[in-house]
């Protein structure tokens, strides 16, 4: 699914420099469920924007569905974007002014879609997500595991094929996370591969695979023995 090696990533502060990322060799492979932790400022966030095509790394190689993304046009960038990734965020990101189903159905008009198959499909992934009453409100008539839910359906909308989630429960109480949980664990049992960054132990350890950053360098990359978070829900 995805291959990286040697990956370097610094930001330029002023005069200096800052060196996040110092050499990062990961592989994930179709079907994984994987918590990418480490302390804040590790580089989390950093790693997983380069994944998603949102930031570029400045040296190494990354392979996604055996397609080198290196030095591709803004253009290229974002079809592939919409064809292959989908992202969960901590703060949601919906857009407050559209209600859940103009949310849901936003990548598919940027993947062309006509009007009322979007609007289909969008109904679809709400309701998967239990939310198909909910669909004409607003954000912010929404509880955060509510409109967590929505972002999620919105980034399945377009199928894609590797889900990325920074901090998906960063801001939901422990309850409402783990239902989040419990729903992301069931997409990957329908194969979906997932990657995912958390700073909690208990949200980890409901993945398959923990890889700890530490100092820009990854170090700890261990199978676990995944916890369900259906028997807390
Ligand atoms: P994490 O997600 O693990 O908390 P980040 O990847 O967000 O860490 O950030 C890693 C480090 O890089 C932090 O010290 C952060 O302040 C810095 N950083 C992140 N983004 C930028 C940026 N766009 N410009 C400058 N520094 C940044
Ligand atoms: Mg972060």
Redesign the pocket.
Same mark, same amino acid.
């Given at each position: 699914m995805l291959k990286i090696h040697q990956l370097q990533k610094s930001?330029?502060?002023g005069d200096s420099s800052?060196h996040?990322l110092k050499g990062i060799n990961l592989e994930v492979e179709e079907g994984e469920m994987v918590a990418i932790m480490? /302390?804040?400022? /590790?580089?989390? /966030?950093? +790693?997983?924007?380069i994944i998603g095509m949102l930031d570029e790394a400045d040296s190494g190689d990354y392979i996604l569905d055996g397609l080198p993304i290196k030095n591709l046009t803004e253009k290229k960038a974002a079809v592939y974007r919409n064809k292959f990734l989908g992202f969960i965020f901590q703060s949601f990101n919906l857009i407050n002014y559209k209600n859940a189903l103009e949310n849901v159905a936003l990548p598919l008009y940027y993947q062309g879609m006509k009007r009322k198959a979007r609007q289909e499909k969008a109904l679809f992934h709400l309701e998967k997500v239990g939310l198909a009453n909910w669909a004409k409100h607003l954000p912010k008539e929404l509880s955060g595991g509510q409109k967590q839910r929505v972002a999620i359906a919105r980034a399945l909308a377009a199928n894609p094929k590797l889900l990325l989630a920074?901090e998906p429960t960063g801001a939901l109480d422990t309850k409402t996370s783990y239902d989040i949980m419990a729903f992301i664990q069931q997409l990957n049992n329908e194969g979906k591969t997932i990657l995912m960054?958390t700073?909690e132990e208990d949200i980890a350890n409901m993945c398959k695979r923990i890889v700890r +950053?530490r100092d820009g360098v990854i170090m700890e990359d261990k199978k676990v023995n995944q916890v369900s978070a259906l028997q807390y829900v």
């Open positions: 930001y330029a502060i800052l996040v480490g /302390s804040s400022g /590790s580089g989390k /966030s950093t +790693l997983l924007n920074d960054v700073h +950053l």
